[in-house]
């Protein structure tokens, strides 16, 4: 029998995880859902065959895993009164919420596991950061793992506040796209192409570049020089970049979300106490 995976919180990460876990081949019957949202809930009952129940209490019991899928400012109330199977694997993916957070809240027989997903896991091509406390058995790692992979790829991290870096990177990396894709867009607009066709060229040219980030051995690096030419539109280009500081923006950008997840995670901690 599969072993039972408990959802606390069926938004659109969660519909995600759970529709790349049933593609994957594991039964609609051992998963399960704590959804208060009649809407949601009958939206997943519908599309997945999943169990879907208003309270997680009625759902974690029995579960190998359970994955904690709420704002952050609703896990409080949330996790109240959860009593788990000893042993079970707890997955976070809410955003600031730390390990000690969650052992005071459920207890110190359960199995703790942090991540950090993003939004391109709802197309099954998103990818995961995740951390456990050093002592956290292979069995546990391996259930996170296996749940974090029906939407993308994942990586371990050596350290919790390595999540914050995450979280700048590749939590929310993919505004950092859009923006991008959104100047070009107007860019294109400005030097007198019609808005369609201007946002098409800025999509399309984009998703193309990121397969061959993605899709090789090539140093990204590399991959920029070999489409520069010297003396070319492109060369002009990246010079307007560099004189106008772009790598230092996008230091300075990422170093703002991270120090803000840091933030967070103390004010929900220090809200806790």
Not at 29 to 54: I, K, N, Q, Y
Not at 82 to 103: E, K, M, N, Y
Not at 175 to 187: G, K, Q, T
Request: hydrophobic share 45%.
């Amino acid at each position: 029998m599969p072993e039972i995976i408990a959802f606390v919180g069926g938004g659109n990460m969660a519909t995600s995880l759970i529709g790349g876990l049933v593609a994957a081949g594991h039964a609609p019957s051992a998963l399960r859902v704590a959804e208060p949202d009649r809407d949601r809930a009958a939206a997943l009952r519908t599309r997945f065959g999943v169990t879907v129940e208003a309270e997680a209490r009625a759902i974690v019991g029995g579960a190998g895993t359970v994955v904690l899928a709420v704002k952050p400012q609703q896990m409080g109330e949330a996790l109240r009164g959860l009593a788990l199977d000893a042993g079970a694997c707890v997955v976070s993916i809410a955003a600031g919420i730390r390990l000690d957070f969650l052992r005071q809240a459920l207890g110190p027989d359960a199995h703790y596991v942090r991540s950090m997903p993003n939004t391109p896991a709802l197309y099954g091509c998103g990818i995961s950061g995740l951390y456990a406390a050093p002592q956290t058995p292979a069995s546990a790692r391996d259930r996170a793992a296996h749940v974090l992979r029906a939407a993308g790829e994942t990586v371990w991290l050596e350290r919790e506040s390595d999540l914050d870096a995450v979280t700048a990177v590749s939590g929310s990396g993919p505004a950092y796209f859009f923006l991008l894709v959104e100047a070009m867009r107007d860019a294109g607009v400005a030097l007198g192409l019609s808005p369609q066709t201007a946002a098409r060229l800025a999509a399309r040219t984009c998703v193309g570049a990121a397969r061959m980030v993605d899709g090789g051995t090539t140093d990204v690096a590399e991959l920029r020089q070999q489409v520069t030419s010297k003396g070319g539109t492109t060369e002009a280009a990246l010079q307007h970049f560099e004189a106008a500081g772009l790598r230092g923006i996008v230091r300075d950008a990422l170093t703002a979300a991270a120090r803000r997840s840091e933030e967070l995670g103390d004010q929900l901690a220090k809200a806790s106490r």
